[in-house]
């Protein structure tokens, strides 16, 4: 129904433009007209010179030149322009009905059939149209009592009628063939879009699937993506949100404006089964609000709050969501069905890309810790310091996960002192660092519990310990050196900004505290050895 009603809409405004093309022409052929009536008023005779018909001639040229200028200074709206050829016909009208008038004769009806018949051709209004016949007829029926003979003011009646007649079948044809040529001009102006929206949809997919084939970094591809499809698609936020699968949340992780720069920034979360965005992530369902102040899955951003349309897609691939795609618009109904077609093959290449990307990444992070493993095992089996065995296992660790700071801590008695460190600024790498332990602290519980503690926000713990003249610590994994069923201490890894360790980072992770575990036995076993020999030697020394 809302269809039908847009087109039929569209069509008046398109018979609305014509009238509106045509007002020009009809003013200076009115202009001329009455120009023309005021000359043969001055060549007539004297005796039948009337003057308020002369007054309504010069009015009504100097009222048709008035249009004229108007609508060369000032465009007028389509849809006022049939009211406008209404007035000029309602000038018109005036001037036929004068001599009907003062001469009393009803074969000046004449004059309103040519009126009727132009009325017919020019009013493509129906309304408009209506009113004017009616102010014919109207005015008409007022003139009779002045007419000469009834004969002729029957023959008149007959020639009204007649007139109207005339002028409704005019009417209803020639609007008719102008519908039809409407139909077709926006049958022909929706076919134009439809093309420019295909060539749109098929510039988008290959250029995003050139950025999707040639990025390295994850980041930079999914805000090159989101930047192709809002200059695409000219939505005023295109934002890309991929699931924490630790959180349950969905972080924002690239978007387009000032908007989607401060939510990737922020690193915005969305709530599963919150807004629009939460409810495509639940249901895992496209949703589209074509008009988002009646949409009660809406809920309004501060950052973009005049939309007004909203497009999101889930990206998923088999039963695996990954994120969602979410684009938004200023404008009502901002979509068509071909562009929620395009953006949900987009969303399932978009999908694809992201998961096969995730893959390599694992397979690279894979491959690299195999090579570094390997690295730090041939470096255990060589005789080396200890000190240099825990600082290569920091330093290679580095290439496996990402941290600001790390440090191995061992257990001396009611302390844990500093056996290795990175990251630290360089005038923190020559002091004796040691920690007081303390009942329920951070490695209180990682002795007790003997597994790793995570602390997405280690800023939230009051029992936290921060060393001066240090950026504060917010993410943070602390993994337990367990020698024989026993903590000696710990792997310190800390991030400076909210970037929470994933649990293939925590595992990544137990592996090094597992290496550097082994590195302290074998100097554990070093130093015995050493013991033992240099006590072998004075023993023979002795018996010697």
């Known amino acids: 129904m809302q269809l039908h009603m847009a087109s039929k809409a569209e069509i008046q405004a398109h018979l609305d433009a014509q009238t509106l093309a045509a007002l020009p022409r009809v003013a200076v052929a009115s202009g001329l007209y009455y120009l023309i009536g005021i000359v043969y008023h001055f060549l007539a005779p004297v005796q039948t010179r009337v003057p308020f018909s002369l007054g309504l001639l010069l009015v009504s040229a100097l009222l048709s030149l008035a249009m004229l200028v108007a609508l060369s200074l000032w465009t007028l709206s389509t849809r006022n322009a049939p009211a406008a050829m209404a007035a000029l016909l309602v000038l018109g009208l005036l001037n036929c009905l004068h001599p009907l008038y ?28 209506v009113v004017l016949m009616g102010l014919i007829i109207a005015g008409w029926l007022a003139a009779p009592q002045g007419f000469t003979t009834p004969v002729s003011s029957l023959d008149a009646g007959l020639g009204i009628v007649l007139t ?45 699937a050139a950025r999707l084939n040639t990025s390295t970094d994850l980041d930079s591809m999914l805000q090159h993506v989101t930047e192709i499809i809002g200059a695409r698609y000219q939505c005023t936020y295109v934002g890309l949100f991929l699931m924490d699968e630790k959180s349950g949340e969905l972080v924002s992780r690239a978007g387009t404006g000032s908007a989607g720069r401060a939510a990737t920034q922020a690193g915005a979360r969305v709530k599963v089964g919150r807004g629009i965005i939460g409810w495509v992530a639940q249901n895992r369902r496209m949703a589209y609000a074509t008009d988002t102040a009646r949409d009660p899955r809406f809920v309004m951003w501060d950052l973009l709050p005049d939309t007004r349309a909203e497009l999101t897609l889930p990206l998923q691939v088999g039963e695996r969501l990954l994120g969602v795609l979410d684009t938004q618009s200023n404008q009502l109904y901002a979509f068509h069905e071909e562009d929620v077609t395009a953006m949900q093959l987009l969303a399932d290449h978009i999908a694809m890309a992201i998961q096969n990307f995730l893959l390599r990444q694992k397979e690279k992070e894979r491959r690299q810790l195999l090579e570094t493993l390997h690295h730090v095992g041939r470096a255990l089996a060589r005789p080396l310091e200890t000190q240099a065995v825990l600082d290569m296992i920091l330093q290679q660790l580095a290439h496996v996960i990402a941290y600001d700071r790390g440090s191995i801590m061992l257990q001396n008695d009611t302390l844990l002192e500093l056996a290795a460190m990175r990251g630290f600024p360089g005038h923190k790498t020559v002091f004796h660092w040691r920690v007081p332990i303390r009942a329920g602290d951070v490695y209180d519980e990682i002795r007790r519990t003997q597994r790793p503690l995570v602390l997405d926000d280690a800023l939230r713990r009051a029992d936290w310990f921060h060393l001066k003249d240090l950026l504060p ?70 018996q010697d």
């Open 102 to 129: 003062t001469a009393g004769d009803p074969r000046a009806t004449f004059l309103l059939l040519l009126l009727s018949a132009g009325a017919g051709l020019l009013l493509l209004n129906t309304t408009w149209f």
């Open 164 to 208: 109207i007649s005339v002028a409704a079948a005019i009417h209803s044809v020639y609007r008719a063939a102008c519908i039809r040529e409407a139909r077709l001009h926006l049958q022909c102006q929706a076919q134009q879009a439809a093309n420019r929206r295909h060539s749109a949809h098929l510039e988008a997919s290959r250029a995003i």
């Open 473 to 542: 610590a917010r993410s943070w994994v602390g993994i337990p050196l367990i020698h024989e069923d026993t903590v000696i201490g710990m792997l310190s890894l800390a991030r400076e900004t909210y970037t929470p360790f994933t649990e293939e980072e925590v595992n990544f992770a137990a592996v090094f505290a597992w290496q550097a575990t082994i590195a302290l036995e074998n100097a554990r076993l070093s130093v015995e050895l050493a013991q033992t020999q240099r006590k072998l030697e004075a023993l023979e020394k002795t």
